[in-house]
C-alpha cells in the first residue's frame, strides 16, 4: 500500500515530550499546530499563515522558542572542549558576542547548527538546533578526560522578531541603541533578570530573550506582549515563507542528517585551517575533492501550493537528481520557492519534476539566495 497525500493529525501531548514554560500563554494566544523539538512542544502556528507572514515582514511578533535549548560548557577546560566539538575558530568569539557553530561528526555530517554564546571565561552556552547535543559533547569531553561540566540549563527563549521590535525593547525599557548581531547585554523586564541577544530565527531583525527562571516564563510573556501591543504585535512562530526566501537553513529539514556542511554552502562559516577539531581531516578531504551534492534553490511552478511535509525525489526523464528538501508559498516573489540538495552537476537553470503530497511539478533551478528576477515570474 502507498501513501500519496498527508493527513493532518493531532499531537498526543503527554510527559514525554516537555511542554514550554510558556505553553499555557500560547494556547490562550491561539495556538493551533506544534512539532516536536529538543524533546518538547515547539509552536509551529497560530491558525493564520498570512497573518502571521504580514506581523512579522510589517510589524512585530512574539514567539515561544523554548524548545530551543541551551547547553552549557563550564570549567578551566571549557574553552578548548568548545574548541574541539566546533568547526570554527572559537578563539575569535569575545565574551559577551555570539557566533554560528556548524558542529560535525568524524565523517563531516552535519550534527547541529547551534549560535555560540561565550557567556563568561570558561562558560560557554550552545543554543541548539533539534540534536542530543548534550550528550555528544559530554561524551566527547569525558573520553579527553576535560576538567568541565556539560549540562542542559533551564534557560527559556522568548523571541522578538519583525521590523518593530525595537521599538518593543524600547518600551519595555531595554536598551538596545547600538547592538550588533549576535551581540548580549544584560537587562531587566517586569523586574526579572534577563540576557538579551540581538538574534533570531528569521532576517526581519529582532531580538530572542533569555530568562534563566521558568518559573516566570509567563511573566515575560505578558510584559512583552502588554508592551507590543502598541505596534501591532502577534503570536507567531518559525515561519517557513520567510525562511526560505531568505535562506535560514533548517537542520534536519533542508539538510536531511547525512549532509556535510560543504554541500550546504556553509564553507565561509567553518574554518579548516584552525586546529584540530571533530571532523575536519573528513571535511579537508570533502573540501579537496569537491562536494558531491549541492543546496540549490528552485522555482515551482503552478498556483499557491502548501508547506511541503516531507522530502521528495527530483527526477529528469529516467535521472534522479536529489531531493526537494523544503518548499512553501513565497508572498514576498509571489511564487512556489524551495530548496533542494541535488547532485553536484545539476546547473542552475535547468530542470526537473518532482510528485510532492498537492500534485506533480516542474521546477527550475536557481542560485542561492534567491534573487529578481527568477524563472517564469512576472510581477
Known amino acids: 500500500m502507498s501513501i500519496t497525500a498527508d493527513v493532518e493529525v493531532l499531537a498526543a501531548i503527554g510527559p514525554r515530550v516537555r511542554k514550554s514554560p510558556f505553553w499555557d500563554d500560547t494556547v490562550q494566544a491561539g495556538l493551533s499546530a506544534v512539532s516536536s523539538y529538543n524533546h518538547m512542544w515547539l509552536p509551529m502556528s497560530y491558525g493564520d499563515a498570512d497573518e502571521e507572514y504580514r506581523l512579522l515582514t510589517e510589524a512585530v511578533t512574539i514567539w515561544d522558542v523554548a524548545a530551543q535549548r541551551h547547553v552549557a560548557v563550564r570549567g578551566p577546560d571549557a574553552d578548548s572542549i568548545v574548541q574541539y566539538v566546533t568547526a570554527i575558530d572559537a578563539s575569535k568569539i569575545d565574551v559577551g558576542i555570539a557566533a554560528y557553530a556548524p558542529m560535525v561528526d568524524h565523517h563531516g555530517v552535519l550534527i547541529n547548527d547551534p549560535i555560540l554564546f561565550h557567556v563568561d571565561v570558561d562558560e560557554w552556552h550552545f543554543s541548539i538546533a533539534d540534536a542530543d547535543i548534550r550528550l555528544w559533547i559530554d561524551a566527547i569531553a569525558r573520553e579527553r578526560g576535560a576538567d568541565c561540566s556539560v549540562t542542559e540549563l533551564d534557560t527559556v527563549t522568548l523571541a522578538l522578531q519583525g521590523p518593530l521590535a525595537e521599538a518593543v525593547m524600547s518600551d519595555l525599557g531595554v536598551d538596545v541603541d547600538g547592538m550588533n548581531d ?43 506582549a502588554s508592551a507590543g ?25 533542508d539538510t536531511g542528517y547525512h ?41 515551482i511552478d503552478g498556483p499557491r501550493r502548501d508547506t511541503l511535509p516531507h522530502p521528495v525525489p527530483i527526477s529528469s526523464g529516467a535521472t534522479t537528481l536529489g531531493e526537494l528538501r523544503a518548499a512553501a508559498w513565497s508572498p514576498r516573489f509571489a511564487v512556489n520557492l524551495g530548496l533542494a540538495l541535488v547532485d553536484r552537476d545539476v546547473e542552475p537553470g535547468s530542470t526537473g519534476r518532482a510528485e510532492p503530497p498537492s500534485g506533480a511539478c516542474e521546477l527550475t533551478f536557481v542560485e542561492l539566495p534567491f534573487e529578481e528576477p527568477l524563472p517564469g515570474h512576472d510581477r
Open 259 to 299: 549532509a556535510n556542511p560543504l554541500e550546504l554552502g556553509l564553507g565561509d562559516t567553518i574554518d579548516l585551517d584552525h586546529d584540530d577539531f571533530v571532523g575536519r581531516d573528513a571535511l579537508r578531504r570533502i573540501r579537496d575533492a569537491g562536494p558531491e551534492r549541492r543546496l540549490l534553490g528552485v522555482v
Open 229 to 253: 501591543q502598541a505596534h501591532g504585535i502577534g503570536p507567531a512562530a518559525p515561519n517557513p515563507s520567510e525562511r526560505i526566501e531568505n535562506v535560514l537553513l533548517s537542520y534536519g529539514t
Open 182 to 224: 549576535l551581540e548580549q547585554r544584560s537587562a531587566t523586564i517586569d523586574g526579572l533578570d534577563v540576557m538579551v541577544s540581538r538574534s533570531g530565527w528569521s532576517t526581519q531583525g529582532g531580538y530572542e530573550i533569555f530568562l534563566d527562571d521558568p518559573r516566570h516564563a509567563s511573566r515575560l510573556w505578558t510584559a512583552v
